[in-house]
């Protein structure tokens, strides 16, 4: 594993770079399907001043828990291996990965649009803009700081499975509020622990991941109107496209 200093250099001049290019950018051109696009919004309007703090907030947990993860970490996974808990702790690991996403997501899409449900459409097209959103930081993420993973495999900081997970919630509970919204964070949580159990990420990893997601969720959901990003996310009866424009 990288060691802790450069590491968190890393970290910190990712984080910046992605903060000095951040700038509104207004969507154009025409859709690939001749049907709905979607406005991704730009990354400077994920900085509202509640997201800051949800950013300090959680990137000081995951600091904190950082600095002493390397022999907690095993222990915190034979604790959590063979729970009463394991049944969705396995479900949360199926759940965060991108493909379960993507086709819950067309699924939503698919029953709004046979239903007659403009809720169930607007939360599929809210899912695709934060999933495809909340991926390209993640990647961006682990590409610049490339750490190594528990079980000795790359890209580890941060996890993408938790992130994606906590970015569907806040999406989910604004569109239908906490009857669905609880669940979703309740499978997001174990989503996270779900990693760590798999040794596939550390703590201080899925923290950063579900904050992270938490951000992007809930820039979508309440200010998704107002976003925009050089591309388009298009849905139409065959199927769902993306167009990019660099």
Request: charge should be positive.
């Amino acid at each position: 594993m990288l060691r802790k200093t450069p590491t968190l250099v890393r970290a910190g001049f990712v984080v910046c770079a992605l903060g000095f290019c951040a700038r509104p950018v207004r969507a154009s051109g025409a859709s690939i399907m001749g049907t709905r696009s979607l406005a991704v919004p730009d990354l400077g309007e994920l900085a509202s001043r509640r997201h800051l703090v949800y950013a300090l907030v959680g990137g000081t947990a995951a600091w904190l828990v950082y600095q002493n993860e390397d022999h907690n970490t095993g222990v915190l996974v034979g604790r959590l291996d063979r729970t009463v808990f394991e049944p969705g702790i396995d479900f949360g690991n199926a759940y965060g990965h991108g493909a379960f996403l993507a086709v819950g997501t067309a699924g939503l899409w698919t029953l709004g649009h046979f239903t007659g449900s403009p809720n169930a459409v607007g939360a599929a097209h809210d899912l695709a803009k934060g999933l495809v959103l909340d991926g390209a930081l993640v990647y961006a993420l682990k590409v610049g700081i490339d750490r190594t993973r528990p079980n000795g495999h790359g890209y580890s900081f941060p996890s993408g499975h938790a992130s994606s997970a906590f970015t569907v919630a806040p999406i989910l509970t604004s569109r239908f509020g906490w009857k669905v919204g609880v669940p979703a964070y309740g499978v997001a949580a174990f989503t996270a622990l779900g990693r760590i159990e798999d040794r596939k990420h550390f703590p201080s990893d899925v923290i950063a991941g579900a904050t992270l997601g938490i951000i992007v969720g809930e820039s979508i959901a309440h200010h998704g109107a107002k976003l925009h990003m050089p591309g388009h996310i298009t849905m139409g009866r065959k199927g769902l496209g993306l167009r990019f424009k660099f």
